[in-house]
């Protein structure tokens, strides 16, 4: 199982740069695992695609119903949201360096990810990439 990081799940259902990569990857690892936070951020992330005219009404009726086809197969793995993950990725501010640039969401994907045990995440987020190591975990992006 790997981790991905809601950009990387995004490109599983939308035709983007790097999806081909990305769906090949999540073939080959056969499960993946992302923070439940991940499920909100992916509506939205196929929300805004509809509003901004990248796909139509029918598609997103289509990606919606893939969606949920998955999660009745279990390829994705939610990993759960507890006030421990929200205070340990707040408390994980404190010691990062002033000039990194970390948003919250992506603290919350690194902390889960490593708070459960895994050793990279994958992202094509170039800030979450960036700030990886400050959390002792590997950032990988396999788009070349």
């Known amino acids: 199982m790997i ?25 080959e690892s056969g499960r993946i695992a992302c923070c439940a936070f991940g499920q909100l951020e992916l509506a939205a992330t196929i929300h805004r695609n509809l509003r901004e005219g990248k796909i139509t009404r029918h598609q997103c009726r289509i990606i919606f119903a893939q969606i949920d086809l998955d999660e009745s197969n ?18 994980k501010f404190r010691a990062l360096k002033p000039t990194t640039y970390l ?7 690194l902390t889960c990810a490593t708070e459960h045990g895994f050793k990279e995440i994958f992202s094509n ?7 990886a190591s400050a959390f ?8 070349s």
């Open 3 to 27: 981790y991905f990081d809601t950009a990387y799940l995004a490109k599983c259902y939308l035709n983007e740069h790097g999806s081909d990569a990305v769906r090949k990857l999540a073939a």
């Open 136 to 143: 002792k975990i590997n950032g990988r992006n396999a788009i």
């Open 125 to 131: 987020d170039r800030h979450l990439l960036a700030a």
């Open 103 to 109: 948003r919250s969401a992506d603290a919350l994907h």
């Open 74 to 91: 279990h390829i994705c793995t939610w990993l759960p949201v507890s006030s421990d993950l929200l205070v340990t990725s707040a408390a």
